[in-house]
Structures are given as C-alpha cells and as structure tokens.
C-alpha cells in the first residue's frame, strides 16, 4: 500500500533529513501548521515505511574503505544471492538493477584489503557470474533518500 505525498509532508520529510532529531514542536512552527497534523502525517508516513528516521555515519569523516561493486548473476540465483549477502557485515546497501549487472552494492571494510576479502567472497557465492568492484575516493554530494 503506497501513500500518495504532498508538498507538507516533503516539507516535514525534508526538515527531518536535515535533522532527524527535530522535535514536531519545530517543524510544526517551521512550517506554520499544527503539531498534531506533523505528529499524524509522520504516523501515516512511518506506518506505511515510506519514512525512515535513522543515524547514519558519514563515510567521509571515517577512517574506513568504501566500494561499490557489482554483481553480474546467472539468471535464476538472484534470490539466493541476495540472501546470502544481505546480512553480510560489508554490507551497507544493495540495489537490484536492470542493465549490465543484476546488483550493486555498497560496502565498507576496515581497509582496501577489507574490501578485497569483501570481493573474493562475493566471488565464491553460487550464482554470481562477475564481481567488479570501485573504490570510494571521495563523496563530492550525497543524498538520503530521493529527491522529487
């Protein structure tokens, strides 16, 4: 079940990217609506999982190494491989996509040759195909979530 988004309730999605931590008594002044209609359009908005609210660590100010890699499968394994990955501790993110590769994920290790153990054990799983792998130099912009 979807929920159809207006423009209040990206404005209150928007406020809580910027700070996930702000009390409804602020982004209801912010906003100039009420605290009761913030507290119900994040209820709706969290019960039907289009809001998350959650910390997340900034790769650029910790002393880690961070990859995208991508997975090219033999056609009927996409789902035993996205269940042995999914809970593999180098995983941040997976994206399921259509082209060239069936998954890419991001994954983060103490050291490049964290990442390099990372790739070899993707490499060895029942149904992949290809693993390539690039190294996360630098994040110029990121976003969380999707902008519309």
Known sequence: MGLNLDEVDYRIAKLLH????????????????????????LRKMMEVGVLKVNASLDLRKVDCAAA?????????KTQEVLKSI??????DAV?????????????????VKGIHLFNEKLAKLDGVEVVKASMILDIPVERRGFSV
């Open 95 to 111: 994206y399921q996509t259509f082209g060239e590769y069936d998954l890419i994920i991001l994954a983060t290790a103490k050291d």
């Open 68 to 76: 995208f890699i991508t997975l090219k499968l033999k056609a009927p």
């Open 86 to 91: 999914t809970s593999l501790p180098e995983v």
């Open 18 to 41: 910027e700070d996930g931590r702000l009390p409804t008594k602020h982004i209801a002044a912010s906003l100039d609506i009420s605290e009761p209609t913030v507290r119900s359009r």
